[in-house]
């Protein structure tokens, strides 16, 4: 058991795998002030002339999330709720790009904005509040940004979601993806883009998740881009369902026969993970916190465990991160202004750290974040969302 005092508590227990090799990472410039962007690189020491300037590659439709939090019950027919909280941000694609910037990594996001004052507010909000190149992206005359709200409560979320497909764009979108370390592509069953393989071709990293199947096939044929995929990142329900398995663990294992890498997500019980080209596993248990908004937290995850596969750190963990990052960003309103960066993560560490009894194995878990973390003095617990449309961070 591991102290976090206000927050609750955080539960851990000990990974299949772990290693104690030291990381480390870059440092802030001087005179940079340090806040939830990042100021850490992570891949420092991997960083060679001739690498890609982009590390990661996504592209996607991006919401504006509209977030009720603080509710009681789910709302009822001929009522009306009121919710103690509510934030808007930018969703979908969002969240991911949102979160591996802030964890450092140079994000390139190609998608369509509507030039309404919500496609305004979002595209704003990602190019300078998160500095996420935008370059790939187009504004759409006329064209209104889908919009989603979400209302949490009892742990869980119900989206109601509006929009219209975007139209063609007016000159032809680029047939390669900029040159990048990695992507993330979300699968879709039954259907296939041609920038997955192209990306594949010029040595692009992919890692790929998926939605629920609506056809109900659940057949890893209908999803042909997961050949060209280095990690595949389901949810155990998602997992099981694809290879006829009544265990995730073991479903994670046959998915390797397709992917070299595995990672199924068990909820409350963590995530377990299989590389299939060594035989390795990793098993790390979840994280328990009061959550406000598990909007976005599946992006979060992806995202951690995008930053520990570039920087080279062992399976577990890059699996240890990527639950950590996702617990931190279910106690904000949202999905990318949840996202945390080193600065959160830092002050998570120092915090739990911070009890005369704290349990030493819990501790040797997430050692392995010595000696790359940016130091810093603010207070647990840290928040520093600005969940709606109209103010302006202070500078």
Known sequence: MMHTGQTGTHQYGECTVRSDDEMTGGSCPP???????SCLDP?????????????VFLTGTVFLDIVFTGLDSAPVRG???????????PGGVANMAAALSRLGLRTSLAAAFGDDHYGEYCW?????????????????????????VSMAYEG????ISHGHEAPPPEEPVPGTPPRARAAVASLTPGSSEEWVERAAAQ???VFADVGWDDTGRWDLAGLPDLAHCEAFLPNAEEAMRYTGTSCPRAAAHALTRHVPLAVVTLGAE????????????????????PALDPTGAGDVFVAGFVTGTLAGWPLADRLAFAGLTAALSVQEFGGSLSAPGWVEVATWWRHVQSYDDQDPA??????????MLPDVTRPWPLRRAVPTIGFRAAH
């Open 270 to 289: 963590g995530a377990y993970a299989v590389d299939g080209r060594t035989g390795e596993t990793a098993e790390v248990p979840a994280i328990e916190v």
């Open 31 to 37: 005179g940079q002030r340090l806040d939830h962007t």
């Open 203 to 205: 040595g692009t990293r």
């Open 156 to 159: 869980e979320r119900t989206m």
């Open 79 to 89: 009522t009306e709720s009121w919710a103690r909280g509510m934030g808007s941000s």
């Open 362 to 371: 819990a501790l040797r878990r997430y050692a392995f974040l010595d000696g």
């Open 124 to 148: 704003d909000a990602l190019e300078k509040g998160e500095g996420i190149d935008l370059a790939p992206s187009r504004r759409v005359r006329g064209w209104h940004s889908p919009v989603t």
């Open 43 to 55: 891949l420092a020491t991997v960083r060679a002339p001739g690498d890609p300037a982009c590390d």
